[in-house]
């Protein structure tokens, strides 16, 4: 968690001093609901997709750091040859399946992601991360109940962390505990502390062993968290006091775990803290250093990836 913080941090500071173009929605503040996913699923045979808040889910299931720098940086050697940028993390060798950037698109994308899995007859598990702005989309509600009718190994995630842009969940839904619209299509809700990352872990758990067997329902997850910057960097974020961010601060993912390892009698010591923060540091300076390394895109691999071979053995194909 302390490296998705640092790293967002920096990646904050890099694109005010204009070495970062486009959008770059920073991830501060909900890291505990990133590592707590990663950390309950199966790498090798689950799936992620995500929303375009996405360079800490990209750093959670593996991606190097110095790999999503350069992608924000706009490099050949980023996750996406730096076609993507922030909002497009792609990593499929690592089952990240994005990144997307529009609110609530990538909801059945992962439905069919998980279709395939039945289809195949394989037992993945595909997680799919959505803000508080999407669950009002059809696509959200569609993919619910299409998820449920077919019993697809799904857990819907709302990253709930109170504002869709500038506009607070209780003036934008008529209810606004999301997990409560999981009864609407007959499948399991619930909610969870998202600033707790052992909460998210063994919520996600759950769910997982709920919906991965076959015959299974999808899950609905609401992770109560909190963004301490604005929408993206280009919000002041002056819809809400400064007040509020301090008290939500009092709840900070990284304090959180830290009591929650002294409550167990695990006290880390200030040297052990000294070496992670070092540790840490080292791996962003080093990814910022790579990035800034790192040639840009030859004009003409715009036309590359446009089209997939015939003989891409990615492709499905019904026997």
């Known amino acids: ?21 486009g959008f770059c929605h920073l991830y501060i ?3 505990a609901v990133a590592i707590g996913v990663r950390r309950a699923l199966d790498g090798e ?25 350069a992608e924000l940086y706009g490099k050949a050697t980023g996750a996406v040859k730096g076609k993507g940028g922030s909002m497009h993390l792609f990593d499929a060798a690592r089952h990240n399946y994005g990144g997307h950037g ?7 994308l992962a439905v069919g992601v998980a279709f395939s899995q039945r289809y195949q007859k394989k037992d993945g598990v595909v997680v799919v991360l959505f803000g508080d702005a999407a669950v009002n989309n059809g696509a959200f509600h569609e993919s619910l109940n299409m998820a449920a009718v077919w019993k697809l190994p799904v ?50 758990a759950r769910a997982a062993a709920e919906c991965r ?3 299974g329902k999808p899950v609905l997850l609401e992770a109560r968290t909190y963004r301490y910057r604005g929408h993206s960097m280009a919000d002041p974020a002056t819809y ?18 830290l009591e929650r390892l002294r409550a167990a009698g695990g006290d880390p010591s200030a040297q052990e803290l000294e070496r992670i923060e070092a540790d ?16 840009d895109p030859a004009p003409e691999s715009i036309w590359d990836d446009v089209y997939a071979s015939k003989d891409d053995p990615a492709i499905v194909r019904d026997p």
């Not at 968690?1 to 173009?21: C, D, P, S």
């Not at 607070?168 to 409560?180: Q, T």
């Open 102 to 108: 529009i609110v609530g698109a990538q909801i059945p």
């Open 240 to 257: 809400r006091t400064r007040e509020e961010v301090e008290q939500q601060k009092r709840h900070d993912p990284l304090e959180v775990l």
């Open 1 to 21: 968690m302390l490296l998705l913080r640092r790293f967002e941090e920096t990646a904050g500071r890099v694109y005010t001093e204009g070495k970062i173009g």
């Open 45 to 69: 045979r689950d799936y992620l997709v995500n929303a375009y808040r996405d360079h800490g889910h990209a750093l959670a299931w593996g991606t190097p750091p110095g790999v999503v720098m």
């Open 280 to 295: 840490v540091a080292r791996a962003v300076e080093e990814a910022v250093r790579f990035a800034e390394e790192s040639p």
């Open 155 to 204: 857990v819907f995630i709302c990253e709930n962390n109170r504002y869709g842009m500038g506009t607070s969940i209780e003036r934008s839904s008529a209810v606004a505990e999301v997990w409560r619209r999981a009864s609407a299509y007959d499948v399991r809700g619930e909610a969870v502390d998202g600033m707790d990352v052992l909460a998210v872990r063994d919520a996600v």
């Open 29 to 31: 503040g909900q890291e």
């Open 213 to 215: 067997p076959e015959g």
